[in-house]
């Protein structure tokens, strides 16, 4: 049995449950071990910079992503 036999695939998905909008920011911290609050400041400046691609880019994958499995009874 190799090692990544047990290893899962990760999967992004947005986190409803810590994020302060749609969750996708915290959803990206947690799939990419970073903090979110980091992404978020991130996020600013690109709006600052771009205008609304960024915030119809944000809400589009907002639309797409599934909400994380990380519920009270799920597993």
């Known amino acids: 049995m ?12 947005k986190n409803s449950r810590r994020g302060k909008i749609c969750g996708v920011f915290s ?5 990419l071990n970073i903090n979110p609050l980091i992404l978020r400041i991130a996020g600013i400046i690109a709006v600052l910079m ?3 691609v960024v ?15 990380h519920g009270l009874y799920r597993r």
């Open 2 to 13: 190799s090692k990544y036999e047990n290893t899962r695939a990760k999967k992004l998905y």
């Open 27 to 31: 959803g990206l911290g947690d799939y």
């Open 50 to 52: 771009t205008g609304p």
């Open 55 to 69: 915030i119809l880019g944000y809400f589009l994958v907002s639309v797409l992503l599934d909400d994380s499995g």
